[in-house]
Nanobody
Framework: QVQLVESGGGLVQAGGSLRLSCAAS????????VAWHRQVPGKQREMVAR???????TYADFVKGRFTLSSDKDRKMAVLQMDDLRPEDTAVYYC?????????????????WGQGIQVTVSS
């Protein structure tokens, strides 16, 4: 089964930047919708940013103006650029995507969550 692989998390000081990437574990046709969510212990997972198949992007109010979600031209990788990070951005970040497999694999569609990646912002 195709999986989502996230990279780019880590520890950064407040005001710094991180860049999270999300890609499929093997070749796919493309991502349709793709989104990043985050979760802290004891709280519900919340949406951070979403990129639709039509190309429109939606951001949670708490990241507007600081985070940018984009994809490569083939829509096989999604990148969340996080600037001006704050301690309250500390969380495990999850990529979520609706994937279309290659024609050789039937062109089927799957939804997947990544395994999660830790982002820690120190004050």
């Amino acid at each position: 089964q195709v999986q989502l692989v996230e990279s780019g998390g880590g520890l950064v000081q407040a005001g710094g930047s991180l860049r999270l990437s999300c890609a499929a574990s093997r070749d796919i046709f493309n991502f349709n919708d793709v989104a990043w969510h985050r979760q802290v212990p004891g709280k519900q997972r919340e949406m951070v940013a979403r990129l639709t198949r039509g190309g429109s992007t939606t951001y949670a109010d708490f990241v507007k103006g600081r985070f940018t979600l984009s994809s490569d031209k083939d829509r096989k990788m999604a990148v969340l650029q996080m600037d001006d990070l704050r301690p309250e951005d500390t969380a495990v970040y999850y990529c979520y995507a609706e994937i279309t497999t290659t024609q050789a694999e039937g062109g089927t569609q799957w939804t997947r969550w990544g395994q999660g990646i830790q982002v820690t912002v120190s004050s």
